[in-house]
């Protein structure tokens, strides 16, 4: 499960595109192993193992990190239906 601190923001399920919004890149080292700047890969709670590389690296406005990951797991059914699940208690808890 994503730390406190991370909000899964959104999922392209064709490109099976991640982003990770995150206060600072080390809060994404909590959740994934492996280097920030090439390629990710790890195991995050309910969203189970998760391999992929990092796109970009971007900064939103709440100068929090905009990071954007392409899985390349291929049970990627599994992923999503867990973050649909995650948004959906995210922003009924709100």
């Not at 959104?10 to 490109?15: F, G, I, S």
């Not at 982003?19 to 192993?33: G, H």
């Not at 690296?57 to 699940?85: N, S």
């Amino acid at each position: 499960m994503a730390s406190n601190q991370q909000v899964i923001d959104a999922v392209d399920a064709l490109t099976k595109t991640v982003i990770v919004l995150c206060d600072d890149v080390k809060d994404l080292e909590q959740a994934f192993t492996g280097s920030v700047d090439g390629s990710v890969s790890g195991v995050n709670g309910r969203l189970g193992v998760i391999e992929g590389r990092v796109d970009s690296i971007e900064k939103d406005e709440a100068g929090r990190k905009r990071i954007t990951i392409t899985a390349v797991l291929a049970a990627v059914t599994t992923f999503i239906g867990a973050v649909v699940t995650g948004l959906i208690n995210h922003f009924t808890s709100h």
